[in-house]
């Protein structure tokens, strides 16, 4: 299974980026996708995840700002960042988390990270 991710890149404070995210290789099914960054010096958090049923959760801190959504035929998720926010900067990785057979217990993977720069 490989995540590849992209859409990031500089955006002044007030701007927008669309993050993407898609699934490939040989599985059974996709369970949760979700979105998590890491900004410098701190640990990796959630910002969204969403189930395979569309229920989708957010962090605090990206409520009303930020839509997740997914797209089950494509395997990809996406990330739409909208007021963006100095304090938004930080390496963001897809995650999704794949039942490979349908015995058997689920498995996270990520994708490679791609760096999202808000500048003030």
């Known amino acids: 299974v490989q995540l590849q991710a992209s859409g990031g890149g500089l955006v002044q404070a007030g701007g927008s980026l669309r993050l993407s995210c898609a699934a490939s290789?040989?599985?059974?099914?996709?369970?949760?996708m979700g979105w998590y960054r890491q900004a410098p010096g701190k640990q990796r958090e959630l910002v969204a995840d969403?189930?395979?049923?569309?229920?989708?959760n957010y962090a605090d801190s990206v409520k009303g700002r930020f839509t997740i959504s997914r797209d089950n035929a494509k395997k990809a998720v996406y990330l739409q960042m909208n007021s963006l926010k100095p304090e938004d900067t930080a390496v963001y990785y897809c995650?999704?988390?794949?039942?490979?057979?349908?015995?058997?217990?689920?498995?996270?993977?990520w994708g490679q990270g791609t760096l999202v720069t808000v500048s003030s």
């Open positions: 290789g040989s599985f059974y099914a996709i369970n949760v």
């Open positions: 969403i189930s395979s049923g569309g229920s989708k």
């Open positions: 995650n999704s988390n794949v039942q490979l057979r349908f015995w058997g217990s689920p498995q996270d993977y």
